[in-house]
């Protein structure tokens, strides 16, 4: 991305390319995107000639941009999930904005993004003229055809692996997996992610520490995108989990069990579980997978009472979103979190499918009241409750493991 140069202390130019074609494209945006209304996006002022070249003038904006909020060093970036969860949802409701216009942004970057009141998308007419390809790091795979909204969700899942601290890296890979899919048409729309993460998570406002704002002298502005979702990623992004001193409790109701898993990791997208895929033997004759749901899923009951987190994170294919939910959940059980009361539950299974080294189940698990202790010392009485998911299970070449989950139909 060009850098831009200050016109005056109220207004940022950008040069955008040269010529008459570049010059109509860039006031056909200009005109675009006066349609489009969201406080997350700050729109162009002006599009101007400097003899054969097209300069975009934008607001100066007094805030710094990702790029510098972010800091450096091995532990920078944003370290509350609350804070994450706020900057990933702001840019996906502008995305969204724009999107439902028929308009992408084409290079959702760190440099893009101010950190303001709210996450600010500037920067709204170059890379949408066609010359420019995204910004390498984080520009879908596809960039190379053109701006797209299925290309702005891959840019944002990058951006917000980027911007995750190591603390919180786990949730963070594990929430942006279905956005880094390779296929464009299976990344899930901006207006689902936007909703769904604050069904996973509290928001609260994220204030880098004081930076330099100087090097971000330029135009703000954020968009909002719509695309086409899975299903079940939006249902598994629906339960609201919210933060207590700092700790993620997993549940409000029955918040913990399969169900409550965060959005699959796309096919393509988590190298370890495609290799185990490929790798697996057919199970042995006689090792049903719905036995196997039924005892994983009381295994994970009986991990999450004795507090073994190394037990439950067992039960999950190694690098699948379903593995990274119950890795967080052993550490919440190795920070002294603990669950009482929960017994022998209830479960049925079904099979819906079998193909080879991989199955679909349906499980249905009845539980009754227990309670939750936090690591901190907060109970939660949690009432009884049934609940039915879809669990892909993966034969391991030893035994199934849960790859997935997803609500039943």
């Known amino acids: 991305m060009t850098s831009p140069r200050p016109l005056s202390l109220r207004r940022v130019v950008r040069d955008v390319g040269e010529g008459d074609a570049v010059e109509r494209a860039a006031r056909a945006r200009m005109a675009a995107l006066a349609a489009v209304d969201h406080p997350g996006l700050v729109p162009p002022l002006d599009v101007r000639r400097d003899g054969s070249t097209v300069q975009v003038c934008t607001p100066r904006v007094s805030a710094p941009d990702l790029g510098t909020a972010r800091g450096t060093g091995p532990h920078a970036g944003i370290t509350s999930l609350e804070q994450w969860v706020w900057l990933m949802s702001g840019l996906a409701d502008a995305l969204a904005a724009l999107h439902r216009h028929g308009l992408a942004h084409g290079d959702v970057s760190p440099g893009n993004v101010l950190v303001a009141e709210r996450p600010l998308l500037i920067d709204l007419i170059g890379p949408a003229l066609g010359r420019e390809h995204g910004t390498p790091g984080f520009a879908a795979p596809e960039a190379a055809g053109g701006p797209s909204p299925a290309g702005d969700v891959y840019a944002l899942g990058r951006l917000g692996r980027h911007m995750a601290a190591p603390t919180i890296a786990v949730q963070a890979d594990a929430w942006t997996a279905p956005l880094l899919a390779e296929d464009p048409a299976a990344r899930p729309p901006a207006e689902s992610i936007a909703a769904g993460l604050t069904s996973c998570a509290e928001t609260a406002r994220w204030r880098p520490e004081a930076v330099d704002v100087a090097p971000s002298l330029r135009s703000a502005a954020s968009t909002a995108a719509t695309a086409r979702d899975p299903r079940a990623w939006a249902w598994r992004l629906r339960r609201r989990v919210p933060l207590v001193a700092g700790t993620v409790v997993l549940a409000l109701t029955a918040g913990f069990l399969w169900s409550a898993l965060p959005p699959s990791v796309p096919e393509g997208a988590a190298g370890a579980t495609t290799v185990l895929v490929e790798a697996a033997a057919q199970p042995p004759v006689g090792v049903e997978p719905t036995d196997a749901a039924r005892e994983l899923t009381r295994a994970r009951f009986a991990a999450l ?105």
């Open 305 to 409: 009472e004795s507090g073994d987190g190394d037990a439950l994170a067992g039960l999950a294919v190694p690098g699948s979103a379903a593995w990274a939910q119950l890795e967080h959940q052993a550490a919440l059980l190795a920070d002294g979190a603990a669950v009482e009361g929960l017994g022998d539950p209830e479960i049925e299974a079904s099979t819906v499918m079998v193909d080879g080294e991989a199955a679909t189940v349906e499980v249905t698990t009845r539980i009754g009241a227990h309670t939750w202790v936090t690591a901190e010392g907060e109970r939660r009485e949690i009432e009884a409750a049934v609940e039915t998911a879809v669990l892909e299970l993966v034969w391991s070449g030893e035994r199934w493991r849960v790859s997935d989950v997803s609500a039943a139909p």
